[in-house]
T-cell receptor, first 112, second 116 residues
């Protein structure tokens, strides 16, 4: 079945460092891809999405490109802030039932 | 004006009890979901309703029963609670209909269930 694999956390970075969180997927067909962020004690918020190959999603300085050839959707940010500390989830959208399948989440901690 | 609201936010109860979690969305979305997040943050879908009709029912013990009185509400009732049911339960909604592809979800803030 469809699945999503993210890099293991926690990831600890200093403020202004470059961030990459790897995400790869296995799916039949052409799923939509998403990144969600969960701040402590809160629900998940949609960060960005891409619906077809080569699309780039971007929001709040984060970006990710839908790479069909490598089945990847890596999240990047050029300069992280302490306020970016959260758990990040990669997800793929099932185009039949509409359910989202999530990766295991990657915890990011940014130190001043 | 919370888009997806869940109540209660925290629920502590004893083993064997029956409890309900309520969810309401004011976004006009057609589809609602329940997800379970375990202690390692892993998220797994439990149920999905589209316009009050059950469309996804993953492998969930039949002690869990969803109810959708209308398309804006999806409640989760749990019978005979067990220690392993302790988790955070998230409700979510999306505008999609089956077969139309996946859109981003809007999540509620979660209900932390602790069974003692």
């Amino acid at each position: 079945g469809d699945s999503v694999t993210q890099m293991e956390g926690p990831v600890t970075l200093s403020e202004e460092a470059f961030l990459t969180i790897n995400c790869t997927y296995t799916a039949t067909g052409y799923p939509s891809l998403f990144w969600y962020v969960q701040y402590p004690g809160e629900g998940l918020q949609l960060l960005l999405k891409a619906t077809k190959a080569d699309d780039k999603g971007s929001n709040k300085g984060f970006e990710a490109t839908y790479r069909k050839e490598t089945t990847s959707f890596h999240l990047e940010k050029g300069s992280v802030q302490v306020s970016d500390s959260a758990v990040y989830f990669c997800a793929l959208g099932d185009n039949q039932g509409g359910k989202l399948i999530f990766g295991q989440g990657t915890e990011l901690s940014v130190k001043p | 004006d919370t888009a997806v609201s869940q109540t209660p936010k925290y629920l502590v109860t004893q083993m064997g009890n029956d409890k309900s979690i309520k969810c309401e969305q004011n976004l006009g979305h057609d589809t609602m979901y329940w997800y379970k997040q375990d202690s390692k943050k892993f998220l797994k879908i439990m149920f999905s309703y589209n316009n009050k009709e059950l469309i996804i029912n993953e492998t969930v013990p039949n002690r869990f029963s969803p109810k959708s009185p209308d398309k804006a509400h999806l409640n989760l009732h749990i019978n005979s609670l067990e220690l392993g049911d302790s988790a955070v339960y998230f409700c979510a909604s999306s505008p999609m209909s089956p077969g139309q592809g996946a859109y981003g979800y809007t999540f509620g803030s979660g209900t932390r269930l602790t069974v003692v």
